[in-house]
């Protein structure tokens, strides 16, 4: 037995990916849709070694399906959403849509596992913005362990959280400038290849970005309101890979080796810190993988109770598919949906 499954938005880059870690997982699927816009209608996506064609949004029965993952942007989830909760599956939306809602949980399984039980109330599970979401996973243990004060981010983000029009661009301006020089910035304000933005989303009127807001809102509903959260977001010319400095300051004190220790053993870290020149993780090798890395864990002398961390991770995968397949596990274990109902 298993769960009916639909992906909503599954001609996209994470729904895609949302398909392949569903095989990769085995999660119990029964059935499984591919779910898109009318002018995706008939185009072909891979479930294993399925192929499945797209159907309309427009005209599918979501009565006939537990679970619902969204993936095809915030407009569609605020049109759609709701009414699919309230034809019966469970929906886990990728989109910025419901985050702040409150009565919506917004999860990360190795985070705050027992919001699941609130996603009764609108049949709706959020997922968080992929930044936050490694960022949360690290800071987690630490939390837990010694209670953060205050954080200083900055974040180094890779052009597939753009989608994919970030990553084209990216690609077509690197093989441009080899050439004629880099065509004009379509997706991106400025240029991307061989360049870094310091903007990321929409600026707000206190100077920060919409983005950067996103990262301490969902901290503190997931973690703790207490914590101080400072955020500069920047896009960087990587393909696949979100990257932090994180900065932390602790209520008690937590030394490096204590910190090490603490989160090698917590749920969906590894830790790869040896200092030497090549002991650390960079996105490019966390391509392609479940885990969030920290790296280059050590002391900040400059203020009582400091740690500074290095943590990366796919942001297609753990940032957005990933999770959003583990709050489907975590609906299965938690016995919040069962395949017996199926």
Known sequence: MGYRVAIVGATGNVGREMLEILHEVDFPVSEIH?????????????FGDRTLKCVDLETFDFSKVDIVLMSAGKEV??????????AGPMVIDNSSAWRMDPNVPLIVPEVNPDAIWDATKKRIIANPNCSTIQLVVALKPLHDAARIKRA???TYQSASGAGREGVDELWDQTKAVFVLGATEPKKFPKQIAFNVIPFIGAFQDDGYTDEE?????ETHKMLDPSIALTVTCVRVPVFVGHSESVNLEFET????DEAREILRNAPGIVVVDKRDDTGYVTPKEAQGEFGVFVSRIR?????ENGLNL???SDNVRKGAALNAVQIAQLLDQQGVLSPALA
């Open 34 to 46: 591919a779910v898109a816009s009318r002018k995706s209608i008939g185009k072909e996506v891979s």
């Open 299 to 303: 002391k900040d002398p400059t203020v």
């Open 310 to 312: 290095w943590v990366v």
């Open 213 to 217: 807001a996103k990262m301490w809102k």
């Open 152 to 154: 200083v981010v900055s």
């Open 77 to 86: 989830s605020k049109a759609w959403s709701e009414k699919i909760g309230a």
């Open 253 to 256: 004190p937590l030394d490096e």
